[in-house]
């Protein structure tokens, strides 16, 4: 196959090549020759001085040659000799060796140390037109392919700054975020760390839409900026949070101060949010808790507890106590988050069962089913030593339905009915709403089945919450108002609900015979239930006083330790 000067130059042009050949005549007229095709060309007069020529081009341009032609028979150092020195430093080095002689043994020693060509002299111009196309084309391809990958190289570095970037940048307010606290926090042996939450930010997104509780963290990490850019680095921290850290030239105290300042601000700052999308601005109050701790380990973990304790402190803003068990706290925690996934595993998360009975007839008619925890060594846990975290760890809901389902099967063969109570997180779970409907519907008697609802007015407005007592009341099971007479509890929603009992707070009744206050709050409740036609429980009827005081006033039913205590298995 022959090619034409121009298909090789396509190739060729930009090749450097270095030319050793030991004699001086043939060396200069096969250089004129080659440079029809190569543009640069060094020669060298045998192997030795080809070595160094190869190395010096090396140091002077950090690139070698792109092609080596050589002849093989030179004194001090002959071509294959230099070859091996020259492909020892360039493994993948371009070689086009030359000889007088044909025999075999030389062309196989040239293939043997990897020359690309081999050629004899004297030279035929179509098989060096042959060869240099080829070794060129492939010198083309190999440089292409470093350059594609070099570019890729590029990019890929690109693309992992960027990534770099965006996992130590919050997308939403473009401050450095959790992560990046935490690199830093690990570099630092000391400083002082502020967490600053948006309160109830969780009913922002609730009532008004994320956008608008986006719109609010972008505002507000605007306002850190202003306030502590000079003292403070800022970033964002979980969901509602932002971190300040103190830079190495503020002391605590400037930071303390500086926080003070924020909240007088924020106690009259509004921020302004788009909030139906229509132009239609509204502007909403934001106020914050802060926790704030200095020194050196555990910085984070101080904050947090201090912001912990923060949220239910008036003041809004606590600094950490270093008599705080903060670890010992949370080991608790995650003992008892152990000790509930242990119990749920061996069954002994079990029902219990108080009595209420009729005031007219003294007989116990129904009971109260309430949820214990059996430790493994026998110990009986209430409710309020591991519900919230229950809810945390996300086992409350299976609770929630272990301890109906035993309440449905203790009950199936008995005529007395049982109440069960429910708060919002069982309405707002779906699962466990599908559960109680099936687990009624397979109970035969559903008018025994008392639900009873805790925490009533932060549901009452909810979908799922009218739907749930929709199917509820198809059914025929009774609907109870738990604790009513205190906290959220008010006469305009049970004129809503309609239920069929109303359970009167036990603080009331506690206080009954000594509180005329709670005397008066009890008898109006109780007024407005006949009215109404709504049976009446009395809670915490401890003595016989009270369950005659209360009966008296007309309640309909008493609970409490006069009648008995929760208990595990029932009589006959």
């Known amino acids: 196959m022959s090619f034409t000067n121009k298909e090789i130059l396509s190739y060729s042009k930009e090749c450097n090549v270095l030319y050793v050949e030991d004699d001086a005549t043939l060396r200069e007229s096969s250089r004129k020759l080659f440079s029809n095709y190569f543009e640069l060309i060094d020669t060298a007069c045998d192997g030795y001085e080809g070595v160094e020529c190869f190395k010096n081009f090396i140091e002077e341009n950090h690139t070698p040659y792109d092609l080596v032609i050589s002849d093989i028979s030179m004194p001090r150092m002959n071509g294959i000799e230099m070859c091996k020195k020259i492909l020892a430093q360039i493994p993948d080095q371009a070689i086009i060796l030359i000889s007088a002689h044909n025999e075999p043994e030389i062309f196989y020693q040239a293939i043997e140390i990897g020359a690309n060509a081999f050629l004899s002299k004297p030279l035929n111009d179509a098989l060096l037109k042959q060869a240099f196309y080829k070794v060129c084309r492939s010198i083309s391809d190999r440089k292409n392919r ?17 990534l770099e970037a965006l996992y130590q940048e ?12 935490m690199q830093t926090l690990k570099q630092r042996a000391e400083g002082s760390l502020a967490l600053i939450n948006i309160n109830k930010f969780h ?13 609010i963290l972008q505002q507000l990490a605007n306002l850190p900026l202003e306030h502590f850019d000079e003292i403070a680095e800022v970033y964002r921290g979980h969901s509602d949070e932002f971190a300040l850290l103190a830079k190495p030239s503020c002391s605590l105290k400037m930071l303390d101060d500086a926080l003070e300042a924020l909240q007088t601000n924020l106690m009259t700052q509004t921020f302004v949010v788009d909030y139906d999308g229509k132009d239609t601005d509204m502007t909403l109050p934001v106020q914050v808790s802060i926790g704030l701790a200095g020194g050196g380990d555990d910085l984070f ?20 106590d270093a008599s705080l068990p ?9 003992a008892m988050v152990k000790t509930l996934h242990r119990a749920v595993m061996d069954c002994r998360i079990v029902a219990y069962y108080q009595p209420i009975v009729e005031n007219s007839s003294k007989h116990i ?3 109260e089913t309430l949820a214990r925890l059996i430790d493994q060594n026998g110990t009986v846990m209430t409710p309020g030593s591991f519900l919230n975290i229950a809810k945390k760890a996300h086992l409350y809901h299976v609770i929630s339905q272990t301890i109906f389902q035993q309440a449905c099967a203790t009950f199936r063969h008995r005529l007395e009915s049982f109440t069960f109570n429910i708060e919002r997180d069982d309405i707002l779970n779906q699962k466990t709403c599908a559960y109680l409907l099936e687990m009624i519907d397979s109970f035969s008697e559903p008018q025994r089945v008392v639900i009873e609802l805790v925490e009533t007015e932060q549901m009452v407005q909810t979908q799922s919450f009218t739907q749930f007592i929709t199917e509820l009341k198809k059914r025929g099971c009774k609907l109870s108002i738990d604790d009513f007479g205190t906290g959220y509890s008010n006469f305009e929603y049970l004129t809503r609900l309609e239920p069929d009992i109303i359970k009167i707070d036990g603080s009331l009744i506690k206080n009954i015979r000594t509180m ?19 049976q009446t429980v009395a809670e915490y009827v401890e003595n016989e006083e009270i369950f005659e005081l209360v009966s008296a006033l007309g309640i309909t039913y008493s609970q409490g330790y006069y009648f008995g205590k929760p208990q595990l298995h029932l009589q006959r």
């Open 146 to 162: 470093k350059y594609f990958y070099e570019q890729l190289e590029i990019q890929v570095r690109q693309h992992q700054r960027k």
């Open 170 to 181: 919050d997308v939403l307010t473009g401050l450095h975020n959790i992560h990046a606290l």
């Open 203 to 215: 009913e922002i997104n609730e009532y008004y839409g994320y956008h608008v509780g986006d719109s």
């Open 301 to 320: 973990m101080r904050a947090t507890s201090a912001l912990h304790k923060a949220k239910y402190d008036e003041s809004g803003k606590i600094s950490f």
């Open 326 to 334: 903060i670890k010992q706290a949370y080991k608790e925690k995650f």
């Open 365 to 367: 008619v129904k009971y």
């Open 516 to 534: 005329p206050r709670s005397r008066i709050i009890v008898e109006a409740i109780v007024q407005f239930a006949q009215k109404m036609g709504i």
